[in-house]
DNA sequence: ATAATGACGTCGG
DNA sequence: TCCGACGCCATTA
């Protein structure tokens, strides 16, 4: 287009930022039944660390598979405990004997289909 | 430019 | 096992 918008474009819903971009698609990524750490994601982007990738699925993670995306002690995002955990049973997520967090030793996605 | 905030992570008590 | 304090990093006030 001939009149590029001006440099401030801080929340446009049609076009995400390359960042939240790239950590939507890694999460699209991980196959039901497996989970991943916030700063694994942040890792296996190379970028960022594990608090820019909670900003970003807590603005655009609607789009996505949110619940497989928890913290790296296998607590699932909070407000979100109960809707997480039923996706976790639906899923056949291994989760703890006391079945209110994610066994991350067995769940934890090494980033390969 | 400085301070506060947040879907985090790790350590110590 | 649960809770609090501190460190990180980018965004926002």
Do not use: F, N
């Amino acid at each position: 287009m001939a009149s590029e918008q001006p440099p401030d474009t801080p929340d446009d819903p049609g076009t995400l930022d390359d960042y939240a971009d790239a950590v939507l698609g890694v999460v699209e990524r991980i196959p039901p039944g497996r989970v991943l750490a916030y700063g694994d994601v942040a890792e296996l982007l190379g970028a960022g660390g594990p608090r820019q990738v909670g900003r970003v699925l807590a603005r655009y993670g609607g789009a996505v598979p949110w619940w497989r995306v928890l913290r790296a002690d296998g607590s699932p995002p909070p407000g979100h405990e109960v809707r997480a955990l039923e996706e976790y049973r639906a899923e056949g997520t291994p989760l703890r004997p006391d079945g209110r967090r994610v066994d991350m030793r067995r769940a934890r996605w090494d980033g390969r289909s």
